[in-house]
C-alpha cells in the first residue's frame, strides 16, 4: 500500500525524465511571467475581457504541464507499480483515481 504523504515526508516521483522536468520548468516560469503580467493588468483597471483572455491563457498553460506530467507519471510511475504486487499496484490504481478526480476539476 502506498505511503501517506506527510509535510516532513513528501513522496517523490520514480522517474521524471529530464526532458520534460526541463520542459515542465521552463513552461512554469512562463506562466509565473504571465501571473505576473495579469497583476500588471489588473492595478491599472485594465479591461475585463482583455484579462479575462489571460486568465484562460495561464490555465491553458497549466494544463499542459499537467498533461505532460501525468503521461509521465503514467509512464513510468503507474506502470511500474501496476507490474508490483496486488497491494502495491492496488494503491497505484487508488493514486491515480485521486489524481484523475483532482485534476478534471
Do not use: F, Y
Not at 37 to 58: F, K, N, T, W, Y
Not at 72 to 94: F, P, Q, Y
Amino acid at each position: 500500500m502506498a505511503r501517506p504523504e506527510t509535510a516532513s515526508t513528501p513522496r517523490k516521483a520514480v522517474v521524471v525524465a529530464d526532458d520534460i522536468k526541463a520542459g515542465a520548468l521552463r513552461r512554469l516560469r512562463r506562466i509565473e511571467g504571465q501571473v505576473q503580467g495579469l497583476h500588471r493588468m489588473v492595478e491599472p483597471d485594465r479591461s475585463c475581457p482583455d484579462i479575462l483572455l489571460q486568465v484562460a491563457s495561464v490555465e491553458e498553460a497549466l494544463r499542459g504541464v499537467g498533461k505532460e506530467l501525468m503521461r509521465n507519471h503514467l509512464k513510468h510511475c503507474a506502470r511500474k507499480a501496476m507490474r508490483g504486487d496486488t497491494a502495491e499496484g492496488d494503491a497505484a490504481i487508488e493514486d491515480l483515481i485521486t489524481v484523475w478526480s483532482r485534476h478534471a476539476r
